[in-house]
């Protein structure tokens, strides 16, 4: 006859990881995710443009590989543009 599988070592597992054992139906109800570290992408991302505001002017901008780097980490992490990134930035400094 079969060895019955002990499933004691996954259960002990479950309640490691957050897991609601003895209600299971209370792991299908979304629970609000740990607020994160305020950074500075954070800071700027719900800027909103000027109304009527057109953004026809092009420009460069010259800067060290590591300063684009870190820039453009900042806006990835802000879910935004480059473009958007340094738009907002320079708003927000001019203002």
């Not at 499933?7 to 139906?25: C, L, S």
């Not at 930035?89 to 203002?95: A, D, E, I, S």
């Amino acid at each position: 006859m079969a060895k019955r599988p002990d499933f004691k070592a996954v259960f002990d597992e479950q309640r490691a990881a957050g897991v609601d054992i003895n209600d299971p139906m209370n792991n299908l109800i979304s629970k609000p995710e740990p607020k994160k570290k305020a950074t500075a992408a954070d800071k700027i991302k719900d800027f909103v443009p000027e109304a009527g505001g057109k953004r026809t002017k092009r420009v460069q901008i010259v800067m060290t590989p590591e300063l684009y780097n870190r820039t453009k980490a900042a806006a990835d992490a802000a879910g935004i543009s480059f473009n958007e990134f340094i738009n907002q930035l320079c708003n927000k400094v001019t203002q």
